[in-house]
């Protein structure tokens, strides 16, 4: 049996519309089902085995009675005899019958399904003569009608659109899909097991903020009718999770989602899943230790490989990795030596020599990190450590003690992308009162991504906190780093779209 279409194309999906004939023919199906007393819409089945147990454990299986269910995918008669591949959550399948053994009432019924149809099957193990581990049916349950066909072809990178919006249809039909998507959730165990395994708390804070924090973004704003006032979608998890450092939860982590009202992009959704951790008496160089050895352990988890390949390249994720500050790096790649720029005005003059456009900041620490962001980061591909960050760029780290210009932060960057942003945390209360000022006058001078006033989180501090490591990992761009992804769309199983019209 072909699969359906509705002559679309080639290299486009082809899918129906409701008036399209197939749908008609497989409305019409389902009334003769229930003329006869079939429920098109079945109740639970019992499963046994999924197709991949069945085809790994053959020699142990071999001649046994299966119970196995899944969607038809294609289906192929000789004569009195048919054969059908089903798919389940670890893979495809073929089932054999024969009209002598089911009956001919049975076999009629067997061969009039659709491809899509979900069925359960009954039967026995065994090996074709070409070799296939197969199921022969002793007999069968419709488990669910589709009355929309599968898509004949699917060319992912040319109808992209229609894979993100309908990515039911993408799990169903492309396997590689199906996936990247198990790995993200093997991923995501590995997380959990590692931090676990060190003492780490796992805890769960607001996505509801009075106040924005924790990052430099635009956020979401939304209304609470009962209090009436706004509310904002959180856009890190940073300043709840050290409040909980204050509180004496010495070792803390979240997985959750942020929100951040920006543009869409290959490296962007609005919506995506941050890592944040959090260890008092620890500071970043820890956090480097525990970047470098968390990653290696979910690769080797996930993969069973410390090597990936990302964007045509091999990269060996085993520690230990580079590490540069922020200076050495732009001097490396650029030529320009921030150690020997003193003032702004001379700043300003080497971004103008590269080509870099600056924003509205023409500090000198602002100009280092945006000609670092423009010419630099995108260059390094291999594991590294960006050290030292300008404390314009920094509101929340803490000052080097030999050069105040800079801070003990770092970001980890691997095939040209952010993969972590990490501090020794500030933890001094007069301090952090004078950053969020100076990124409170940034925003009356019109950059809606400076930080607010937080008084709460500065009530938090004047009560100690203790000395400070902290790290966010965007979970989305460490799934793309494992599965040799290169759109965040292709993580993300529901990206964000714009309503077709």
């Not at 679309?8 to 199906?29: A, C, F, T």
């Not at 022969?136 to 009608?145: A, M, P, S």
């Not at 490989?305 to 790096?329: F, H, N, Y």
Request: overall charge negative.
């Amino acid at each position: 049996m072909n699969l359906e279409s509705n002559g679309g194309n080639d290299g486009e999906l082809s899918y129906p519309q409701l008036d399209n004939e197939h749908m008609r023919v497989r409305m019409q199906k389902l009334e003769a089902l229930r003329a006869k007393g079939v429920d098109p819409f079945g109740a639970r089945f019992e499963r046994t085995h999924l197709s991949k147990d069945i085809i790994d454990d053959f020699q142990d299986l071999d001649g046994s009675v299966v119970r196995i269910a899944g969607r038809l995918m294609a289906m192929r008669s000789h004569g009195k005899a048919t054969f059908a591949d089903v798919l389940d959550l670890s893979g495809r399948i073929q089932v054999y019958t024969r009209v002598d053994a089911l009956g001919e009432d049975d076999y009629e019924l067997f061969t009039s399904l659709d491809i899509g149809d979900i069925i359960g099957v009954v039967g026995k193990v065994f090996r074709t003569r070409r070799g296939e581990v197969s199921v022969e049916i002793e007999g069968f349950v419709l488990l669910c009608k589709a009355l929309r066909p599968l898509p004949e072809k699917w060319h992912g990178l040319v109808d992209i659109d229609l894979r993100y919006r309908q990515r039911y249809l993408d799990l169903i039909v492309n396997p590689d899909v199906r996936r990247v998507f198990l790995q993200r959730t093997a991923v995501l165990k590995a997380v959990r097991e590692y931090l676990d395994s060190r003492g780490f708390i796992e805890v769960e804070t607001s996505s509801l903020h009075t106040i924005p924090g924790g990052a430099s973004a635009r956020p979401f704003i939304t209304h609470h009718n009962a209090l009436d006032i706004d509310l904002y979608m959180r856009i890190a998890l940073e300043l709840h999770l050290k409040r909980l450092i204050v509180g004496g939860l010495e070792k803390v982590y979240e997985l959750g989602r942020v929100y951040r009202n920006e543009g869409i992009s290959t490296k962007h959704n609005p919506e995506f899943t941050m890592l944040e951790l959090y260890e008092a008496y620890a500071d970043y160089t820890d956090m480097m230790n525990i970047a470098e050895n968390l990653i290696h352990h979910v690769a080797m988890k996930v993969l069973g490989t410390s090597t990936v390949e990302c964007q045509g390249k091999e990269i060996d994720l085993t520690p230990p990795w580079s590490r540069l500050t922020m200076v050495e790096a732009v001097l490396k790649h650029t030529g320009v030596d921030f150690a020997k720029i003193e003032t702004d005005e001379d700043a300003e003059k080497a971004a103008k020599s590269l080509g870099v456009e600056l924003g509205s900041d023409r500090s000198r620490g602002a100009i280092l990190a945006e000609i670092y962001d423009k010419l630099v980061e995108p260059e390094l591909i291999v594991p590294t450590f960006i050290t030292d960050y300008p404390i314009e760029v920094s509101p929340l780290a803490r000052r080097r003690k030999d050069d105040p210009r800079y801070t003990y932060r770092f970001e980890l960057i691997i095939g040209g992308r952010e993969m972590a942003n990490a501090f020794s945390e500030l933890n001094d209360p007069i301090d952090q009162r004078e950053r969020f000022e100076a990124q409170v006058a940034l925003r009356d001078m019109g950059d809606d991504e400076a930080h607010m006033m937080d008084e709460d989180f500065l009530f938090a501090l004047e009560h100690g906190m203790p000395p400070t490591g902290g790290m966010g990992i965007g979970i989305d761009r460490l799934v793309m780093l494992i599965t040799n992804q290169d759109s965040i769309r292709d993580v993300v199983l529901f990206p964000t779209m714009r309503p077709r019209s």
